[in-house]
């Protein structure tokens, strides 16, 4: 989403930080699909500046399919906020409606560091990734409403019309149709991939995008995460990230959820967000193949 920060949004801000004195529009954060990201710095009587991020959904058509997602990323943030194990952003102000700033928004503290999705080390890469969800499931997640739902429909799902093996999809799709992953109930952030994990100097430094954040198998976030590294670092590296997660977590989690994962994104592959973190490599072609082979593997394991 490319847009301006309009003067009505600077108002809300200017509004709900306590002695702001001016707000200054850094930079557009690249990557983000559902919603517009700036960082931005609040300069303040008697306090030091404080770095910001601003959240604004000026999606029409997400506004509308998901009209909950402030709430639900502000109530996240909320429960985060102190937790061991985890850094998330915390929670400046939410508005839900869109009444006060210009569209529907969540202000959060900027958290230090940076995707990597070209790292130099791909191991220890793959170990912070598993290391970081395996402690996001540890944390209490009793306050958070929301529970798993898929991102298709059981019924109505197909092959992708672009896959070159659309019988292995058809596979999937039967085996998963009637079946819901079993195991100790934890909490997902549920957009659980790299884009998504900070880094500085080789180390994780925190996790961002909560407005997904549910209740759910802990496997669930586990093949959502494994996709994505599919699609941009190749099957090898994604079972090497399944093996660090049951080292790190103790869960052994199954093709299932990896199925449904796959079938989440069977119908889109877009690879533009990944071109937005440098990796201008990837091209709809490679990540189809890529996807495709991945596809007969975890159905292989159903």
């Given at each position: 989403?490319?847009d301006t920060v309009p003067a009505r949004a600077i108002e809300w801000v200017t509004a709900v930080v306590p002695g702001t004195r001016d707000v200054r529009v850094l930079e557009q954060f690249a990557?983000?699909?559902?919603?517009?990201?700036?960082?931005?710095?609040?300069?303040?009587?008697?306090?030091?500046?404080?770095?910001?991020?601003?959240?604004?959904?000026?999606?029409?058509?997400?506004?509308?399919?998901?009209?909950?997602?402030?709430?639900?990323?502000?109530?996240?943030?909320?429960?985060?906020?102190?937790?061991?194990?985890?850094?998330?952003?915390r929670l400046i102000a939410f508005d839900e409606t869109g009444e006060t700033c210009d569209v529907p928004a969540v202000l959060m503290s900027r958290l230090d560091g940076r995707p990597d999705l070209?790292?130099?080390?791909?191991?220890?890469?793959?170990?912070?990734?598993?290391?970081?969800?395996?402690?996001?499931?540890?944390?209490?997640?009793?306050?958070?409403?929301?529970?798993?739902?898929?991102?298709?429909?059981?019924?109505?799902?197909?092959?992708?019309?672009?896959?070159?093996?659309?019988?292995?999809?058809?596979?999937?799709?039967?085996?998963?149709?009637?079946?819901?992953?079993?195991?100790?109930?934890?909490?997902?952030?549920?957009?659980?991939?790299?884009?998504?994990?900070?880094?500085?100097?080789?180390?994780?430094?925190?996790?961002?995008?909560?407005?997904?954040?549910?209740?759910?198998?802990?496997?669930?976030?586990?093949?959502?995460?494994?996709?994505?590294?599919?699609?941009?670092?190749?099957?090898?590296?994604?079972?090497?990230?399944?093996?660090?997660?049951?080292?790190?977590?103790?869960?052994?989690?199954?093709?299932?959820?990896?199925?449904?994962?796959?079938?989440?994104?069977?119908?889109?592959?877009?690879?533009?967000?990944?071109?937005?973190?440098?990796?201008?490599?990837?091209?709809?072609?490679?990540?189809?193949?890529?996807?495709?082979?991945?596809?007969?593997?975890?159905?292989?394991?159903?």
């Open positions: 989403m490319t990557g983000a699909t559902t919603s517009s990201l700036h960082a931005i710095e609040v300069d303040r009587a008697d306090a030091p500046p404080l770095s910001l991020v601003l959240r604004r959904y000026t999606d029409p058509a997400v506004r509308a399919e998901e009209p909950q997602y402030p709430r639900t990323e502000a109530a996240a943030l909320q429960a985060l906020d102190g937790a061991t194990g985890v850094v998330a952003p070209a790292p130099v080390d791909v191991g220890r890469w793959v170990s912070g990734l598993a290391q970081t969800l395996a402690a996001i499931h540890r944390l209490d997640g009793a306050d958070i409403e929301g529970v798993y739902e898929r991102w298709h429909d059981p019924q109505t799902v197909q092959p992708p019309p672009w896959s070159q093996r659309p019988g292995t999809w058809a596979r999937l799709i039967e085996a998963s149709r009637d079946r819901e992953p079993a195991g100790e109930i934890v909490l997902l952030h549920r957009d659980y991939h790299p884009g998504n994990v900070l880094w500085r100097g080789g180390v994780v430094t925190g996790v961002v995008d909560w407005p997904n954040v549910c209740r759910g198998v802990a496997g669930l976030d586990v093949g959502h995460c494994r996709r994505d590294i599919v699609m941009t670092h190749g099957i090898e590296v994604a079972e090497t990230f399944l093996s660090a997660f049951a080292e790190a977590s103790g869960r052994a989690p199954d093709a299932l959820c990896d199925a449904l994962a796959l079938l989440d994104i069977s119908q889109v592959t877009n690879v533009t967000p990944y071109h937005a973190y440098g990796r201008t490599d990837l091209t709809v072609e490679l990540t189809r193949a890529r996807l495709d082979k991945y596809a007969a593997l975890v159905a292989s394991r159903l």
